[in-house]
């Protein structure tokens, strides 16, 4: 049966992160759990305590457990009323996204004026932070590879741009981007020298 706080979803559409691309390929370190976590999708059965917060009939988005499936079980807080502006298949892809930049940029106090470094900008949680850091007013500078991203960002309003694929190229160019300022936090999903 279904504990009092949990919710079951009819799924409607999944968003798959790089945890779950690791984890199929049997490169993620240390047991992933089923692939997917972020899904949306409609209240099909809510436990007594859950039916307070996510009516029967609901459109609602957030995590759930093993959602690559027709339906999925989830804990009641970890669901949100799905906005009537957004598609299904768009909230499937927040969850993970905006709770990873949220919980970051409350971690370095981020604020209007404040500057940050937004490693792999064009990644699905770079322009999440891209998007928020332009929402709170802070100044942020961004990194990409390939030119194609590069304009991208721009596109999305991120002037401060410079290199993710060489090391000694993204130092000179933060440093030269911040004029001398310090850079308040890191977004970090990058590995070796740029750590």
């Known amino acids: 049966g279904m504990s009092e706080g949990e919710v079951m979803l009819r799924v409607r559409a999944v968003g798959l992160n790089f945890r779950d691309v690791l984890n199929v390929l049997g490169e993620y370190p240390g047991d992933p759990g089923p692939p997917g976590a972020d899904a949306s999708g409609v209240v099909g059965d809510a436990g007594s305590w859950s039916a307070g917060m996510h009516a029967i009939g609901s459109c609602v988005f957030g995590l759930g457990h093993a959602p690559l499936a027709s339906t999925a079980r989830s804990a009641a807080p970890l669901l949100a009323r799905q906005p009537q502006t957004l598609s299904f298949e768009e909230t499937s892809t927040l969850p993970v996204t905006w709770s990873t930049t949220h919980v970051a940029f409350e971690r370095a106090w981020m604020r209007a004026g404040r500057r940050l470094t937004v490693q792999a900008a064009a990644g699905g949680v ?4 891209v998007e928020y850091g332009q929402w709170l007013g802070a ?6 590879g390939r030119p194609h991203k590069h304009r991208h960002l721009r596109l999305v309003g ?8 060489d090391a000694c190229g993204y130092a000179f160019g933060v440093v030269s981007l ?12 990058l590995s070796l020298d740029f750590i």
Request: with cysteine; hydrophobic share 40%; glycine share 14%.
């Open 139 to 144: 100044c942020l500078v961004g990194t990409a």
């Open 126 to 129: 770079g322009l999440k932070a």
């Open 178 to 189: 911040l004029r001398g300022l310090r850079s308040h936090g890191v977004l970090n999903s």
């Open 158 to 165: 991120a002037a401060q741009l410079c290199s993710s694929r």
